[in-house]
């Protein structure tokens, strides 16, 4: 398992047009989508991964991403998303 990569979503690379589209700044061929949270609200998460290699970054950024709060914090996802392993 990859660790985990603490990284400012401004900071990174747009992919195309959109602004939750970014290049990934591991690999810098594969690309980082956005996740949003699936139970409830729909808020963006601060997790999110490569669709590429599979590196898992974790977004640092204390202001909105287009005017949509990110979701929680790392611990929560970590029980929810990351196998330890």
Do not use: W
Not at 63 to 69: A, F, K, N, T
């Amino acid at each position: 398992m990859k660790n985990l990569i603490y990284v400012r979503h401004s900071d990174l690379k747009r992919s195309g047009a959109s602004a939750f589209r970014s290049i990934c700044p591991s690999c810098k061929t594969g690309v980082l989508l956005v996740r949003r949270i699936q139970k409830g609200s729909f808020k963006l998460s601060r997790l999110d991964n490569c669709i590429q290699c599979g590196q898992e970054f974790f977004y640092t950024d204390d202001d909105s991403l287009e005017s949509q709060d990110f979701d929680s914090t790392v611990d929560e996802y970590e029980t929810m998303f990351l196998v330890d392993g």
